[in-house]
């Protein structure tokens, strides 16, 4: 009777602990992206309300000009259709800038892609950094970026500002269970006119523009 009592209860704990494994988050580096097209408008629909979020909150030690509690930081969902990935950022920040010439200086968040997941050092035609300020400007770099293939709308808020992008894509195969190389990131001015932090959600250094090779995964489900 013991004997069995103990079995039972081993089944007990190895089949809780598959059940709550089945109900955990995906592994750190992995965002799940929902089927579904927002209205491109700054306002939450509720097309985001079931998606993940996704924090990015890890500064880069050597651009941390300020104290990381005052850092700009972002929750990102995740949506996509047939030809875009969208992202909803909802970014707390204060106080909210765009004194610098240089785009990535200004309060903004930036999203790289890496549409075939080749994870290469170089950008190659499918990579791309896609960037949007918190006043809604759009800029971008590498070798796949087509300033034609992104959309945005921002909004401000008592906290800091929300961003509405839609990238489209030209390489991946969009379907449920594609795979692609994200990272994601936020470029604070606290005040200084230029680049006071840099927070990220992955790989936490500076190289996401340059190197797609530490990107974490975008999986459609
Ligand atoms: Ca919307
Ligand atoms: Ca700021
Ligand atoms: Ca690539």
Redesign the pocket.
């Known amino acids: 009777m013991t004997r069995i009592l103990h079995a039972c209860l081993v089944i007990s704990i190895v089949t809780n602990a598959w059940a709550n494994d089945q109900q955990a988050k995906p592994p750190k580096g992995i965002a799940i992206a929902k089927q579904g097209t927002p209205d491109l408008d700054g306002k939450i629909d509720d097309h985001w309300k079931a998606c993940p979020k996704y924090a990015v909150t890890q500064p880069i030690a050597e651009s941390l000009k300020i104290e990381q509690k005052d850092m700009?930081t972002a929750t990102v969902q995740l949506l996509w259709d047939d030809k875009h990935l969208y992202a909803l950022w909802i970014v707390k920040?204060?106080?909210?800038?765009a004194e610098s010439s240089d785009d990535w200086a200004q309060?903004s968040v930036e999203l790289f892609l890496d549409q075939h997941q080749d994870k290469s050092v170089t950008y190659e035609s499918d990579d791309a950094q896609y960037r949007v300020n918190?006043q809604g400007k759009i800029s971008g770099q590498g070798t796949g970026y087509d300033e034609a293939d992104i959309k945005a709308a921002a909004i401000k808020t008592k906290q800091?500002y929300i961003v509405e992008m839609a990238i489209r894509t030209h390489a991946a195969d969009m379907k449920p269970g594609t795979t692609m190389g994200l990272e994601l990131q936020v470029?604070?001015?606290?005040?200084s006119g230029q680049r006071?932090?840099i927070a990220k959600w992955l790989h936490t250094e500076d190289d996401s523009w340059q190197d797609t090779s530490k990107f974490g995964t975008v999986q459609l489900k």
Not at 93 to 97: E, Q
């Open positions: 700009a920040d204060s106080p909210l800038s309060d918190f800091g470029n604070d001015d606290h005040g006071d932090a």
